[in-house]
């Protein structure tokens, strides 16, 4: 399974594109509502997640997907059942994907010590231990990081590049016409 995160004031196309694209591939994807199951985005949208954060367990869990978007990054961070899902993947080997602000969630974490991330400009100050990358996505054994909206799609064929190989990947990239 693979969560993806929504709180309050998340950036509605970096949550929902990963959501769409992972689906597209066909892999097991929940949406997360943080403090309840109706959550709204930063702009406005509303959104039924698909389980409240009380109803998510670790058995299972391959990947957390952290969206960026203010304040939808701060309260993702306030909740402690976000961070041990997060500490649960990269204790077991799965995978930890923030895009945006989120990435700084992971450096408050630790996380990024001697990692290569990147996030949105202006947060590279909380990625506490990472080398930054330039790249618009960062992607390594584990961790996925992306720079924000702009990037989403490449963000998502990422993840998918992760779980299922280049050939799904670059299989999905066509068939949203992503040329």
Do not use: W
Not at 32 to 44: A, C, E, L, R
Not at 84 to 105: F, M, Q
Not at 151 to 166: M, P, R, S, W, Y
């Amino acid at each position: 399974m693979i969560y993806v995160f929504l709180a309050n004031g998340f950036e509605e196309i970096e949550a929902l594109t990963a959501v769409d694209l992972l689906r597209r591939a066909e892999l097991s994807v929940a949406t997360v509502g943080v403090g309840g199951k109706n959550i709204t985005g930063s702009h406005g949208i509303p959104v039924t997640a698909d389980i409240e954060e009380a109803q998510a367990e670790t058995e299972g869990l391959k990947a957390v997907v952290l969206p960026g978007g203010m304040p939808g990054t701060l309260n993702l961070e306030a909740s402690p059942i976000v961070r041990a899902c997060v500490e649960y993947c990269v204790e077991t080997g799965g995978l930890v994907a923030a895009i945006c602000a989120a990435p700084s969630i992971l450096g408050h974490m630790g996380l990024l010590k001697g990692r290569r991330a990147v996030c949105f400009p202006g947060f590279e100050q909380e990625l506490a231990g990472a080398e930054m990358g330039t790249e618009p996505v960062c992607a390594q054994e584990g961790l996925v990081t992306a720079r924000g909206a702009g990037v989403a799609v490449e963000f998502a064929l990422a993840l998918i590049k992760k779980f299922c190989g280049n050939e799904k990947a670059e299989q999905i990239r066509m068939s949203i016409q992503c040329i």
